[in-house]
């Protein structure tokens, strides 16, 4: 992978003994300036001199991600030296490792660094040593296979070599094998995000997503003559004005005890999103790239799960479509009938996820009996408006699966907030002339596309995360500078590492 850093372990002596005074020195103090002892040695107690002026001087205070960068001192085997801070004690005790990580990764300017992760008070462990490497590995990644030009500086990082050292090294080594793993399943779905339409269509989507088979992910792609067979009146509806032939693939991956029921990933996949008939304006329409972002998390997580070969039964699903406009097209007034056998009276094209989502949904409900759903989805525009682009909404029927969500989600930093469903949203969705409308009017927008998808989930515990606004269209974060955030694959292996994984 050109994005990828090198990251290796090694014990917390070698902080003394680099390899003949190249590279970087990393090493990290709180805010009373103390070193641990791995760090004084490696420094000797001229540097760690050096270390209190240059602080004094520059004004560096040791706080929570704030760094500290001068020529490494005579005798350190480094050729700079970079402090970073970790703050007062309380900061230090509730560390965000993968963000440590990604701040630190940037700090670093030569080819290589040695990080010594050795402070008074902590003993790190290969866990957080992994979590930090995770850190580090998102910090670095560019998209930058379109420019013809690269920056100097992106090649530099993508050069960049960490050896992080700490005392728990032996087994740091599979926690960094790990991260790894993961750290591909994110960048995975960022360059899916991040690829425009005209290469990332549906066909070739599918191509990418069968490439899991590789890992051992049994592969599946449906075609629209399949599709047509199954009933799949919805999601052909949405692509029938695209020259671009949908695909729907669904991904198997059978770690856990055969006959076990699976989790169940659904995935939204429009490719581009013009709005079809009902045509978006055209400022900003170029986001539209993303709609895919839900899909991108499903092909990611899959892929991280395969790599640890998690002891789970999942299935992923994803239906992905371009939705144009075209004399072919789909129109407002029209009714379609899903594969549930549902009818549905299309008041605006441009609400076409919620149609792909119902097809896929009634399939795997049907096909795969999963004994828990959860389908990611950049939905609608009105879950930016109540939630902002930090946090992703959340609509459940189960209480106990929402819960294991929102756990996942504090514990990887990918937020979910839960949202209402209540009969109202649901009556705002009936139609005069179908079973219902694509559309619920003007107000509560994310609720009334959740209770759409609800009534496709039959009686499976289900949770619909809406991510329009962390999908893509980033803050700029410790561990992501990326356009498409590569959002929810992190949150996915949790939930299965944490709940659905015979330990
Ligand atoms: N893909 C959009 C939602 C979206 C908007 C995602 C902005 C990311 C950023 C979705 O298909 C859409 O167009 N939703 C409409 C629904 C409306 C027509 C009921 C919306 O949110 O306006
Ligand atoms: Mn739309
Ligand atoms: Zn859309």
Redesign the pocket.
Known sequence: MADGIEIGFGPLEQGGQGPGGSGDLVVFVGDDLALGSAARTALGSAGADLVAKAAASEKFKGRSLSALSLPAPAGVHADRLVVVGLGSEKDRAKIDWPVLGGFTASKVSSRSARVVLDWPGTTVSAEQAGEFALGARLRTYTFDRYKTKKKPDAEEKGGTALTLLLAEHGTASREGEAARTLSEGVILARDLVNEPPNVLFPEEFARRASELSKLGVEIEVLEPAKMRELGMGALLAVAQGSVREPRVVIMRWNGGPAGEAPIAFIGKG?VF?S?GV?I?PGGGME??K??MGGAAAVVGALHALASRKARCNVVGAIGIVENMPDGGSYRPSDIITSMSGQTIEVI?T????RLVLADVITHIVRSAKPKAMVDLA?????I?VALGQDIAGMFSNDDALAANINAAGEATGEKVWRMPLIPAYDKAIDSKFADMKN?GGRHG?AAT?ASFIKRYVEEVPWAHLDI?GVA?SSNASEINRSWGAGWGVRLLDRLVRDHYEAR
């Open positions: 429009v999103d709005g009902s978006k986001d539209m993303g709609d605006n441009d609400a076409e996820g950049t939905l609608t525009g009105a930016i559309t927008g596309a329009a893509m």
